[in-house]
């Protein structure tokens, strides 16, 4: 099993660029979240998904759209990126307690 | 905004040693998490500690949660080089499988 996986590893967008983060996860889990990860911020969650069809804003929506149209794949969107977007995003999966995560994207907006 | 936060920020210790992190939170929880990730990694799910439980180990590792004081310990014994990593603690409250985590902290063990 591959677990999760996030698709690219690193990106350079130019402000105002549009772009798709892919996770896929073969672990058959309801439950998908994308988080970003930040200098002395920890993670906070941006989107996540309680089963396929469904998605609900975290705690720092604003700037993404996200879509769950399989059970496996959770993609995460920015429409027109800004330099504040600069992070390391992760995606998870799991149940309703445990989460696993994926290796990271690493974007960097200039 | 952070539920947990942990204590210290950053920890070194010698190979061998035992290390102690703390972490704190504000509202009632259902169950507490610890994980950890190496650099450039994502995060590794280590033990999970539920709102009626006091303590649970799991190898080297030793949790303690206390309600009352609305804290929870991780205690890693023996510590080895290879356990240097940031550790963070995450919450899970109401009827919702959230995660909030906190800053985290980061273990250094010098060989």
């Known amino acids: 099993n591959a677990g999760v996986t996030q698709t690219p590893k690193f990106r350079v967008l130019k402000t105002g660029q549009s772009m798709t983060l892919l996770c896929a996860q073969d672990?058959?889990?309801?439950?998908m979240y994308w988080y970003r990860q930040d200098p002395g911020m920890g993670l906070r969650l941006i989107h996540y998904?309680?089963?396929?069809?469904?998605?609900a804003k975290g705690e720092v929506p604003d700037g993404y759209n996200v879509s769950r149209l399989k059970k496996q794949n959770f993609l995460l969107g920015l429409e027109s990126a800004a330099p504040s977007q600069t992070s390391v995003y992760f995606c998870?999966?799991?149940?309703?307690?445990?989460?696993?995560f994926g290796p990271g994207t690493r974007l960097l907006v200039l | 905004s952070q539920q947990g936060e942990e204590d210290p920020q950053a920890l070194s210790i010698q190979e061998g040693e035992n290390a102690t992190m703390n972490c704190s939170y504000k509202?009632?929880?259902?169950?507490l998490q610890w994980y950890r990730q190496n650099s450039g990694r994502g995060l590794v799910h280590l033990i999970l500690?539920?709102?009626?439980?006091r303590e649970k180990h799991s190898g080297r590792l030793r949790v303690t949660l206390d309600t009352s004081k609305k804290s929870s310990s991780l205690l890693i014994t023996a510590s080895r080089a290879a356990d240097t990593a940031s550790y963070f603690c995450?919450?899970?409250?109401?009827?919702?499988?959230?995660?909030?985590f906190g800053k985290g902290i980061t273990l250094s063990v010098r060989p």
């Open positions: 998870a999966s799991g149940g309703k307690e445990t989460q696993y």
């Open positions: 672990m058959n889990h309801e439950y």
């Open positions: 998904s309680v089963g396929e069809g469904t998605t």
């Open positions: 509202t009632s929880i259902n169950n």
């Open positions: 500690i539920r709102s009626n439980e």
């Open positions: 995450a919450t899970t409250t109401g009827a919702n499988s959230k995660l909030t």
